[in-house]
Nanobody, 113 residues
Framework: QAQLAESGGGVVQPGGSLTLSCSASTTIGDLDYVAWWRQAPGKEREPVARLTGGWYTEVEDSWKGRFSISKDNAKNTVYLHMRSLKPDDTGVYSC???????WGQGTQVTVSS
């Protein structure tokens, strides 16, 4: 059964960096249409960044310049690279293959001093 699994979350101080991983089971195939979402405490889940086919990427305005998305086909993994983290970035980050309708379980990121 095709699956996605996030990892790499944790507690980081403001201004720090973190890289999240979204590992896909090998049965999925390509990872050209994977997105990262964030759900802040008490708020709706919102998109953060996405792969839009091939090597094209999009990052939402709130995170542009600080976050980026990449993939490693050999490792079947999509990454969310986060830097200059702020307390407002706190939340559960989930990856989503939006072409296949697959979701991971999410990983908690807490930005706090």
């Amino acid at each position: 059964q095709a699956q996605l699994a996030e990892s790499g979350g944790g507690v980081v101080q403001p201004g720090g960096s973190l890289t999240l991983s979204c590992s896909a089971s090998t049965t999925i195939g390509d990872l050209d249409y994977v997105a990262w979402w964030r759900q802040a405490p008490g708020k709706e889940r919102e998109p953060v960044a996405r792969l839009t086919g091939g090597w094209y990427t999009e990052v939402e305005d709130s995170w542009k310049g600080r976050f980026s998305i990449s993939k490693d086909n050999a490792k079947n993994t999509v990454y969310l690279h986060m830097r200059s983290l702020k307390p407002d970035d706190t939340g559960v980050y989930s990856c989503n293959d939006y072409r296949r309708g697959l979701w991971g379980q999410g990983t908690q990121v807490t930005v706090s001093s």
